[in-house]
């Protein structure tokens, strides 16, 4: 019997990557905020009390979550959540984002690397992290993600908006990024459940590029016309990008950017 997987936020973006890369492998049962998509629940943030009765009567054994909402009732969620998971045989992989680290764009960060963020969305969710793995320790995975694409994600239906429409397009050619590739997402969520690993990992290439040339790429990638691009520059050489460094994950689950831009098309 296929073990059953609680996906918090499934109808967003990263919630369709994890359907596509678990649904052959894990039952999954989706959540969404605005309707109960099929074969799930309508669950909001805000509803703590509406999440225990649905993790009682499902019993899962693996819980994701990309769910939204507003950060205090997101943290309120996440500890109900821990708490109700907590010393049983159960895990939580917890959705993050690089953003955890842009205080200090300096350089790329590793895994091992104590978060640094600035920003209330990147202090948020370095303190649900925290959170989370004060309650949960091993059962917990976190999967911090760096920007995320596909050929039809919101960042490529934005380019072509703009392309069509000659609106400026504001690109940051100051940033050095790496990106992750939606289809990796799944792809490492199931091997990570499979191989019973634990604690954070950096999902997405293992090289850098510069931000308004990997858009220009993506472009030309998928005979986008240019859109106006706008340079916001500050002069300064920055990076925002989390590398993987995890020895666990083997050789052919790692992209390069030249492997999203192929993915693309």
Same mark, same amino acid.
């Given at each position: 019997? !296929?073990?059953?997987?609680? #996906?918090?936020?499934? @109808?967003?973006?990263?919630?369709? =990557?994890? *359907?596509? $890369?678990?649904?052959? +492998?894990?039952?999954?049962?989706?959540?969404?905020?605005?309707?109960?998509?099929e074969n799930g629940?309508?669950?909001?943030?805000?509803?703590?009390? !509406?999440?225990?009765?649905? #993790?009682?009567?499902? @019993?899962?054994?693996?819980?994701? =979550?990309? *769910?939204? $909402?507003?950060?205090? +009732?997101?943290?309120?969620?996440?500890?109900?959540?821990?708490?109700?998971?907590?010393?049983?045989?159960?895990?939580?992989?917890?959705?993050?984002?690089?953003?955890?680290?842009?205080?200090?764009?300096?350089?790329?960060?590793?895994?091992?690397?104590?978060?640094?963020?600035?920003?209330?969305?990147?202090?948020?969710?370095?303190?649900?992290?925290?959170?989370?793995?004060?309650?949960?320790?091993?059962?917990?995975?976190?999967?911090?993600?760096?920007?995320?694409?596909?050929?039809?994600?919101?960042?490529?239906?934005?380019?072509?908006?703009?392309?069509?429409?000659?609106?400026?397009?504001?690109?940051?050619?100051?940033?050095?990024?790496?990106?992750?590739?939606?289809?990796?997402?799944?792809?490492?969520?199931?091997?990570?459940?499979?191989?019973?690993?634990?604690?954070?990992?950096?999902?997405?290439t293992t090289d850098?590029?510069?931000?308004?040339?990997?858009?220009?790429?993506?472009?030309?990638?998928?005979?986008?016309?240019?859109?106006?691009?706008?340079?916001?520059?500050?002069?300064t050489e920055s990076?925002?990008?989390?590398?993987?460094?995890?020895?666990?994950?083997?050789?052919?689950?790692?992209?390069?950017?030249?492997?999203?831009?192929?993915?693309?098309?």
């Open positions: 019997m !296929k073990k059953k997987v609680l #996906l918090l936020g499934g @109808n967003s973006f990263v919630g369709q =990557s994890m *359907i596509s $890369g678990l649904e052959y +492998s894990y039952q999954i049962i989706p959540t969404a905020g605005h309707h109960a998509p629940y309508q669950l909001l943030a805000e509803e703590p009390d !509406k999440l225990l009765e649905i #993790l009682a009567y499902e @019993n899962p054994e693996i819980v994701i =979550s990309s *769910i939204r $909402g507003d950060y205090p +009732s997101q943290m309120n969620f996440h500890k109900t959540l821990a708490n109700w998971l907590s010393g049983k045989q159960k895990r939580l992989l917890y959705i993050s984002t690089a953003n955890v680290f842009d205080g200090d764009l300096s350089k790329p960060w590793a895994e091992h690397d104590p978060p640094m963020p600035e920003s209330d969305y990147g202090s948020f969710k370095r303190d649900c992290e925290t959170m989370l793995g004060n309650i949960l320790e091993n059962q917990l995975i976190i999967f911090r993600l760096a920007a995320v694409w596909s050929a039809d994600c919101p960042r490529v239906q934005q380019l072509k908006r703009h392309s069509q429409t000659k609106e400026p397009y504001h690109t940051y050619p100051d940033y050095n990024i790496n990106v992750t590739p939606a289809g990796q997402i799944g792809t490492y969520a199931k091997y990570v459940l499979e191989n019973n690993l634990h604690g954070i990992f950096h999902v997405g850098t590029v510069n931000y308004f040339s990997f858009e220009k790429m993506v472009c030309e990638a998928l005979n986008i016309n240019l859109p106006q691009f706008v340079a916001e520059t500050e002069g990076f925002f990008a989390i590398l993987p460094t995890r020895k666990e994950i083997p050789d052919d689950l790692q992209m390069t950017v030249s492997d999203v831009l192929s993915a693309l098309i």
